[in-house]
Structure formats: C-alpha cells, structure tokens
C-alpha cells in the first residue's frame, strides 16, 4: 500500500518569499493532517480536515499560512509571507476517519517537507 | 487543554539493559495514549497504543490514570531500538484524531 506522499522534501527561501507544499494522503483516508515540526520539538498539530472540511485550524497562524483540501484527497499548505521562526519540517498525516467511532486512531505521516528560511 | 510532558531529551544505554521512557499528561478527561517512534531516515509511525494492552518489539506501556502517567518500557534494549520516541495522547473522538505530542526522547542503545 502506498504511504502519505509529500512534496518537495526540502525548500530554502528567504524571509517574506512564499513556499506550498503538497501532501497526497492514503487512498480511501478521511482525515487529513499538516503538522509543524521545529527542531527540538515534538510535532504541534497546524490544521485538521476530515474530507474537504476544517475540524480544527486553531493553531494555523492564519495571517501567514493557509491550506486547502480540494476533493477531499489532495491538500496544499501554503506560508506567505514567510518568517524565520517558520523554519522547521512540515509533516502531513492521514487517518481513515476520525468521525467514525470505530477509527483505530493510528494516523499515518509521510517523510515530511523541511522548510529552511533564510 | 491537555499536554504531555517527556522529561527525559535523551537515553544512553547499554544492549541487553533495561530501559524506561517517561511520558506524562495532563488533560481532565479520559485520553487515549499512544507511542510514535521514529528511526534514522524513516517515517513517524505508530509503536503502540494503550487500549490494545499489547507488546510490540518487546517494549509495553501501562497507562496509570492516578499518576497521568504512560511510560514505556522494555526489559532488554537492542540496538536497533536506537530513535527518537514520541508519546502522544488523543481525546474524544468526537473532536477528530487530533495528537498532542511530547517533545520526545532520543533513545541511543551503545553495544
């Protein structure tokens, strides 16, 4: 079975510049994850959709970032413009779906993106 | 808001040692408590979670409420074990699968 795909693995940009990544979840997943990872730290949840809706984007800094979940599959996680302190690696996980209530509640991340910002 | 707090930023033992992780939460409810792990060049994935009671690779973690604590544990470490470990907890399912993270701990087995 293929894994949670995510593109590019690597981006360097200098500070006010824009970057997207992209991020192609497990067939037949619901529930899709961007979560911001800075050296040092455990992962901090960005935003959750389940299917093309947002369940939770309390922590998205929405001045900066943005993302979307056109169809339902595919997701974009946009920074613009982006600071110093955005710097770190962008995970994107998929679970089968978070509203059933037989969900094992595994989610499942790709290799993630690293941002570097000059 | 809940939080998980791992003391411990990294764990130096030696092969065939016991070793012992620690992860404690905090949140008013009832959470569901699981270990990530993550070895060199892979991806995060899933080690265990508290509700299946289950050993995986050997290690086990028993979720004590009085405590709010879920440390894991394994009697003999490998040096394959060598990663970084993240515990993590989730609440109730109506708020989605959303994961609070610990900061995670590097584990370094030496042979």
């Known amino acids: 079975e293929a894994g949670v795909a995510q593109s590019p693995r690597y981006k360097i940009i200098e500070k006010r510049q824009s970057v997207a990544f992209w991020c192609n979840p497990i067939s037949g997943h619901a529930t899709l994850y961007w979560y911001q990872q800075i050296l040092g730290q455990g992962p901090k949840l960005l935003i959750q959709f389940q299917n093309n809706g947002v369940v939770d984007d309390s922590q998205l800094p929405k001045d900066r970032f943005s993302a979307e979940r056109l169809k339902g599959v595919d997701s974009t996680l946009k920074i613009q413009p982006a600071k110093l302190e955005d710097s770190a690696v962008y995970l994107c996980?998929?679970?089968?779906?978070?509203?059933?209530?037989?969900?094992?509640?595994?989610?499942?991340f790709g290799e993630g993106s690293r941002l570097t910002v000059l | 808001a809940q939080r998980v707090t791992q003391p411990e930023k990294l764990l130096s033992v030696f092969k065939g040692a016991p070793v012992e992780l620690k992860c404690n939460y905090s949140y008013s409810g009832s959470p569901e408590l699981f270990w990530y792990v993550q070895y060199s060049r892979q991806r995060l994935q899933l080690l265990l979670r508290?509700?299946s009671r289950e050993s995986i690779k050997g290690f086990t973690a028993d979720l004590n409420k009085g405590e709010t604590s879920f440390h894991l544990k394994k009697p003999f470490a490998q040096e394959e074990d060598s990663a970084m470990y993240y515990c993590a907890l989730t609440t109730i399912k109506a708020a989605g699968n959303k994961l609070t993270f610990g900061g995670g701990t590097r584990v370094l087995v030496k042979p």
């Open positions: 508290h509700i």
């Open positions: 996980a998929s679970s089968l779906d978070a509203s059933w209530r037989f969900d094992t509640g595994e989610l499942f």
